[in-house]
């Protein structure tokens, strides 16, 4: 008579594996295409000058103290076009987007 095969070590399934450092889990939260948009972005707030003029009220103030706001949106390479804001002037701005546009400060 024959002996039963004897059964291989279980299969582990996808979240076993990516548990066990097997496998990569999911997809990049963040594709290549997107990663190169912000390096580039980095880099050019980086270079601007240290001293801004807020596009809203016009006072000067360092860049520290501002927030860059995206009048096109963060798309691909709308990402590198921004203006230096005061933060309550940011928040205007989002909070009355149909006033913004009218003053030319949103296009989206």
């Not at 594996?17 to 997809?27: E, N």
């Not at 290549?32 to 001293?51: A, G, M, T």
């Amino acid at each position: 008579m024959c002996e039963p095969q004897k059964k291989g070590p279980k299969k582990l399934n996808y979240k076993e594996r990516v548990a066990a450092g097997l496998q990569k889990g999911g997809i990049n939260k963040v594709s290549k295409k997107k990663q190169n948009w912000n390096k580039l972005y980095q880099k050019q707030k980086e270079e601007d000058e240290e001293w801004q003029a807020c596009k809203v009220c016009g006072a000067a103030s360092h860049k520290s103290t501002m927030e860059p706001h995206h009048p096109y949106g963060r798309s691909n390479e709308n990402i590198l076009i921004y203006w230096w804001i005061h933060a309550p002037c940011h928040e205007k701005i989002h909070k009355n987007p149909n006033e913004a546009r009218k003053n030319k400060l949103l296009f989206f």
